[in-house]
């Protein structure tokens, strides 16, 4: 081997082992779509703080009332009734449940309302996911889904929250 070829080689694995330890994201957002045709937009923004990552959901569109907000398996928001979602993302293989309150889903994050005119808001900071790690607790690559009804926690496996009226791929910013 040249001389040029050992150092061209020593350059690449350089290059590769800094591209191994590239600082994980700190921000990622999902851009929600109306599916099953609603007419539900809006943002959910994440953000890694410290050991938590919070996460900010602003909607409209909605009927005024209560919605469940899941995060799904999948990141694919194809499917007109984002079915193509999945289940709920359930890393620890857990019953479907109440956020914070063991068993629980990972992807259960609860419910939010509407307003008369159809906006909602909620915003929660959770320490059992993470962002851009690659862990089995990474939210990036997930869906979020909002559901046409409220999660009454307890039917298995999905709390009878209803269709989907969006959907969401969560993606680093």
């Known amino acids: ?9 020593l350059v690449t694995v350089a290059f590769l082992a800094g591209s191994a330890h590239a600082k ?15 007419s539900v937009t809006g943002t959910a923004t994440f953000t890694k703080q410290g050991g938590k990552v919070s996460m900010t959901v602003k909607l409209k569109g ?21 079915a193509s979602a999945g289940g709920h993302w359930n890393p620890t293989s857990e019953d479907h449940g109440k956020w914070g309150h063991s ?27 993470t962002l851009g790690d690659g862990a089995t607790t990474d939210v990036l690559g997930h869906a979020v889904v909002v559901h046409a009804k409220e999660d009454d926690f307890t039917t ?6 209803g269709g989907r009226v969006a959907c969401g791929v969560i993606k680093a910013k």
């Open 24 to 38: 994980a994201p700190t921000k990622a957002a999902a851009d929600l779509q109306s599916k099953s045709g609603s």
């Open 62 to 82: 909605l009927t005024p009332g209560t919605h469940a907000i899941h995060l799904h398996d999948k990141g694919d928001c194809s499917a007109p009734d984002a």
């Open 103 to 129: 068993p629980y889903h990972r992807g259960d994050i609860g419910n939010l309302v509407a307003d008369a005119k159809g906006n909602a808001t909620l915003t929660i900071a959770s320490d059992v996911w």
């Open 156 to 161: 298995q496996p999905t709390g009878n929250a």
């Open 1 to 9: 081997m040249t001389k040029t070829m050992v150092g061209a080689l």
